[in-house]
């Protein structure tokens, strides 16, 4: 089973805040959704639920599209936390709501999670805090039992052992191979922990569909000085600079090749060493802009 998603577009205020973005998601699959504050990732994710119409583009479900058949709907489950008209009901009345949409709402699931993470079911939504309330969206998600779970921003207000719980619940759901997950997230190092892949968004468009693994073998992260202060062209032409502190400089090379390390070395660096990388540093990497540098500078 997979979710694909085809050329999609969406114009908000004259801006392509989606341009033309496509990918295909399997059931077993964890994925991360990352990107720059205002980059689209909850748009992407509201359009894909269809809480916004697509200018452009489709998407299909093993090859059924989503718009023709509504009943598909069922398929996917996206609680949006900004999503506040059910604030004055209890936590069991809103799971009532799901049951009537997800026919294979799973509400002994739903109780034990409530129960194992201390919410009552009795519980109005606008007593919970920050972090319950978001524990509860996740808790909703799963509950409902749709292969196709949208998180955004599923970490934000959670203390850290609820955030390694509800990381492990995410992994075992994965697991089951009947549940494919997408996760808009800005803590990129608890991401790395769980995701397959990731999905980089910049100005509306997805410009890199990291699988972490190949990422991981081919790119590779080097500090390198060098005797004087002028960076060699090399650098700038075939990879991200990430730092630059005196001589010693930190790039980001995605593709790293055998002829790569050959033409760094005709730089004569007069030291270099490989320095692990991470999602952070792609997202550095990648997204970092002029004005950024002078502000870290
Ligand atoms: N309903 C709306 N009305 C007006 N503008 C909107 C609306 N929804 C999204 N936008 C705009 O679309 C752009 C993308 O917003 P979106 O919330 O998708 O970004 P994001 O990547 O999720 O950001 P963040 O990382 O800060 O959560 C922003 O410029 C935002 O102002």
């Known amino acids: 089973m997979s979710l694909k998603v085809n050329g999609l577009c969406k114009q908000i205020n004259q801006e392509q805040t989606l341009d033309q973005i ?3 998601v399997q059931l077993g699959q964890i994925v991360g959704v990352i990107g720059r504050n205002g980059v689209g990732k909850t748009t992407l994710f509201r359009t894909i639920n269809g809480q916004y119409l697509a200018d452009q583009g489709h998407i299909t479900i093993d090859g059924e599209a989503l718009l023709s058949q509504p009943n598909l709907r ?12 059910f604030r004055g ?7 009532w709501y799901y049951q009537a949409a997800y026919p294979d709402f799973d509400q002994d699931k739903f109780t034990q ?3 194992r993470y201390h919410l009552a079911k009795n519980q109005k939504l606008r007593h919970f805090s920050k972090g319950m309330f978001g524990l509860f969206t996740i808790i909703l998600s799963v509950a409902t039992n749709a292969p196709y779970l949208f998180l955004d921003e599923p970490l934000d207000g959670l203390d850290v052992i609820v955030r390694k719980n509800v990381l492990s619940i995410l ?7 009947k549940r494919a ?5 800005h803590n990129l190092s608890e991401l790395e922990g769980i995701i397959d892949r990731a999905l980089m968004l910049k100005k509306g468009r997805l410009i890199h569909d990291y699988q972490l693994e190949t990422m991981r073998s081919q790119a590779r992260k080097l500090q390198l000085v060098y005797r004087d202060k002028q960076i060699p062209s090399l650098l700038r032409e075939q990879g991200h600079i990430v730092s630059v502190s005196g001589r010693v400089i930190v790039v980001v090379f995605e ?7 050959t033409a760094l070395t005709a730089t004569k660096p007069v030291f270099q060493e490989t320095l692990p990388l991470s999602l952070t540093d792609l997202f550095m990497a990648n997204l970092t802009d002029a ?3 002078e502000l870290l500078s």
């Open 74 to 85: 069922t398929q996917l489950s996206f609680v949006d936390p900004q999503a506040n008209f």
């Open 22 to 24: 496509s990918f295909e």
């Open 113 to 115: 999670l409530l129960a």
């Open 291 to 293: 004005g950024d540098y």
């Open 89 to 95: 009901a209890t936590a069991q009345q809103v799971a």
């Open 181 to 185: 997950i997408m996760i808009a997230s």
């Open 255 to 261: 593709d790293f090749t055998l002829a790569l390390q």
């Open 171 to 177: 992994i075992d759901e994965a697991a089951t191979q």
